[in-house]
C-alpha cells in the first residue's frame, strides 16, 4: 500500500495511538521514574468501607505519611539506600530508593475521621469507612 493509499490511513488507528501516548505520559513512564509506581496498591471496596492495600517492604510505619483529602488517599515515605561495607563494589543495584508520594482517587467518599490503618509483614492497609451518602439504598417500589 501506498501512503496515499486511503486504506492504508485510519483515524482510529491514530486515536489508539494518540491515548497509548497520554497514558505512558500520566504514568510516569516516559520519565524513568520507578519511584512513581512506588508502592504497589491495590484498592478494594465494599457496601462499608474502602480498603488499600500497599507493599512497603522493609520501612518502618513511624516513617510512613498517610492523609485522606477530598476522596483521595496519599501515602508518602521514603525508602533508604542499603549501607554495605564501605570497601563493597556493587555488582547489581536494582532497588529504588529515595522519597516517594502515590495518590490514589478513592471510588467513593469515606469518612476521614475515621480512617485507621495497619502495617505488618511489610504490608500497609488503611481502613475507610464509607460515608453514609454514598452508600446504596435500596428503593422501594410501589405498586398502583
Known sequence: MYWNDPRAWSPFDELRSLQREMNRLFDGVDRG????????????GNEDQVVVTAEL??????????SVVDN???????????????????HRCERDTGHFVRTVRLPYSVENDRVSAKYENGVLCVYMPRHEASKPKRIEIKAS
Open 33 to 44: 521514574d520507578a519511584m512513581s509506581r512506588f508502592p504497589a496498591l491495590n484498592v478494594w
Open 72 to 90: 483521595q488517599l496519599t501515602i508518602k515515605g521514603e525508602r533508604k539506600a542499603d549501607k554495605p561495607a564501605d570497601d563493597a563494589v556493587c
Open 57 to 66: 517492604p522493609g520501612l518502618n510505619p513511624d516513617e510512613i505519611d498517610i
